[in-house]
Every structure is written in C-alpha cells, then in structure tokens.
C-alpha cells in the first residue's frame, strides 16, 4: 500500500529564507507527482506537476524534485515571502490521488 | 474555463437528514474524484469514476454513503442519514484519463452536520 509521508508537519521561519519541503513514498510505481497549496479555509492549488519520467520542474521560485528510486520528492521554495504562507501538500499519482498529511508554512514579516 | 464547479459551498444540517453535493467536472475530464478532508485523517479518497463508471469505491466510509455519475458532466455524494461524524469539507476533483495529466480540485463544500 502506497504510503506518502511529509517533513516537517510544519515550520515557520523568518521572510527572505530559502526553505525545503520534503515528501518520501514507499512504492515508486507511480505516473507523476503533484505539490498542491492549500490556503486555510479553501480549496487545493496545483502548484508543480513532475511526470514519472522527469527529475524535476520549476516555476517561478518553486522547485519540486522528483527521485523514484530513493522514493523522494523536495519542493524548493525560494526568497519565501509571508503570501507563501499556506499548507503545501504532496500527493502522488497511480490512478488515483494519494496525498501525504501535508506542511503547514508560516513566513513570519 | 470555470473549472471543477462543486454545490452548495456550505451546507449544515440536522442528523439523520439527506445531504447531496454536487459537481461538475472540467469539460473534456474523463475521471472525477470524491474526497474528504478532516484535520484528524487528511485527504482521504472516497470513490473515483473513469468514462462515468465507478473503478474504486473502497474509500467509502459506509452503506450510507453513496455516489453516482449519469453524465460526463455531472456528479453526486450523497449521504443518507447524515451523522454528525460525517462533519467535513467533501472535495470534488476531474482529470483527463492517462498518466500525464494533474488534477484539479473545486472549491469543496464545508459540511456541518448538527
């Protein structure tokens, strides 16, 4: 079973710093991967999508990696600003949507 | 396009009535996905339908819980009687068949069952 797991469950850190995200996953059979942003109170924000086949994909200042083979994904989040602010989730595709229990950010001014 | 439309956004009713969420996928999205989001459990899939045909309704929690798809443009949960443990916000989410495509996600609708 398909299990996705997310470090840290949250962290707050001062704006202007470079910050990681980090997701693992025990079963690397999957067809791509999605980093979404979630906003309290509102719905699910495609952010990034990593196709199986594909190391990584950048827009703007986010990065998101992808390495099947150690069962990882990191999503980069550059020059944070406090609008970064949100809960970022990962979720994995094998048909269905698999999402892990989410980080939530705080990008203090 | 105004994507994935979910109805109502909020809903509260009393236990022991029906409830039905509605949504409406993408045009041209061949999968639609039900889930529901809790602060104690996450995300958790509860049915998923490919061209209109229920493929995986495992995540649905109980007989009370039920969905169906008619059209390629229309869905329905519906929850029948409702229960106050069934509190949550119940998303709604389409995307093109194949291992290429995302997922896009409604807005939900934010259920209260009192």
């Known amino acids: 079973k398909q299990e996705v797991t997310q470090i840290p469950a949250a962290l707050s850190v001062p704006e202007g710093e470079n910050l990681v995200l980090n997701c693992s996953f025990t079963?690397?059979?999957?067809?791509?991967l999605q980093w979404f942003r979630q906003d309290p109170g509102k719905g699910l924000t495609s952010l990034l999508l990593i196709q199986s086949s594909q190391r990584e994909q950048t827009s703007g200042r986010l990065n998101a990696s992808l390495d099947k083979s150690s069962g990882r994904s990191t999503l980069y989040i550059a020059a944070s600003q406090p609008g970064d602010s949100a809960t970022y989730l990962c979720a994995l595709s094998t048909g269905k949507l698999i999402f892990g229990q989410g980080t939530t950010l705080q990008v203090k001014p | 396009d105004a994507g994935v439309i979910q109805s109502p956004r909020h809903e509260v009713t009393e236990m022991g009535q029906e409830v039905t969420l509605r949504c409406k996928p993408i045009s041209g999205h061949n999968s639609l996905f039900w889930y529901r989001q809790t602060m104690m459990r996450g995300l958790e899939l509860l049915i998923y339908f490919n061209n209109n045909v229920p493929i995986d309704d495992s995540g649905m929690p109980e007989d009370r819980f039920s969905a169906k798809m008619p059209n390629a443009s229309f869905s329905t949960l519906k929850i029948q009687p409702s229960e106050p443990r069934d509190s949550a916000v119940y998303f709604c989410?389409?995307?093109?068949?194949?291992?290429?495509?995302?997922?896009?996600f409604g807005s939900g609708t934010r259920l209260t069952v009192v």
């Open positions: 989410a389409s995307s093109p068949i194949g291992p290429n495509y995302g997922y896009t």
């Open positions: 079963d690397s059979a999957i067809y791509n």
